[in-house]
């Protein structure tokens, strides 16, 4: 985008909502400041970051705020502002707040790694054994010998299956 005055490289971009139409307007940085469009407190990276994080955390963002690690010393809002931690304590100190971003991010907290294209049906193998180790286990311990015989049985045909032959 090229600034609208002079055609310089736009750097602030202003978008405006009047009587229900939008008005877009792109400016360089010279051009915004001699129309008085750049404001310090208005650029306020802190609070900007405050109000961001509000949003997902609510009621505590004055307590993250002061959150910082005694290992690296990093803030919760540095770390948020970067989207890096400093050091591996930052994931246990930074725990709490943690956990809703990365849930929203990763759709889920637990990291269960990747699996390359082909050992994907390996991979399902294994865990379908683990799965039938698991049932095998709990029918000996219930003592019902014909189900766990079952499962002893189908187990050995899907290890036989899977070996190279």
Known sequence: MKCQ???QPALVHLT???NG???ENHFCQECAEKQQLLKQQDLNLTAIL???IGQHVGAQVDELARLTCPSCGIKYMEFKAAGRCGCPRDYDVFRVPLLPLLERIHRGVRHVGKIPPHAVERATVLVELRELRKLLREAVES???EEAARLRDLIKDKE??????
């Open 160 to 165: 036989n299956a899977d070996e190279p032959g």
């Open 143 to 145: 003592e019902a010998y």
């Open 21 to 23: 139409k939008k008005r």
């Open 16 to 18: 405006e909502i009047v």
């Open 5 to 7: 005055s002079c055609g």
């Open 50 to 52: 405050q109000s961001v």
